[in-house]
């Protein structure tokens, strides 16, 4: 029993430290996102953003989790009016 309890333990302890936080670079990198209305779909982009994705390793192309903050202010959807609906649901004046 203590056995197999060292070994999970070991195993357990061996993945968390084979995942690495790397930060964002948000000069090379870009946020765009689509969004679906009742009659049509638009795009959009986020303008200033930061976060960190969590990468494995072993294999540096798979992420195994990311955090994103994005400032809700700096959106655009390349529409001034469908921006102010859009500020005005995201309540950007009380949550940014």
Same mark, same amino acid.
């Given at each position: 029993m203590k056995?197999?309890?060292c070994?999970?333990?070991a195993n357990s302890l061996s993945t968390f430290v084979l995942a690495q936080e790397v930060p964002l670079d948000a000069t090379l990198s870009s946020l765009k996102f689509t969004g679906h209305a009742f009659l049509h779909d638009f795009n959009g982009e986020a303008r200033e953003f930061?976060?960190?994705a969590k990468v494995d390793?072993?294999?540096p192309g798979l992420v195994t989790s990311? @955090?994103?903050e994005i400032v809700a202010a700096k959106m655009t959807t390349f529409e001034p009016g469908?921006? @102010?609906d859009m500020y005005a649901w995201l309540?950007?004046?009380t949550i940014p």
């Open positions: 056995i197999l309890l070994l999970f333990l930061t976060g960190s390793v072993q294999n990311a @955090k994103l469908r921006d @102010k309540h950007i004046d």
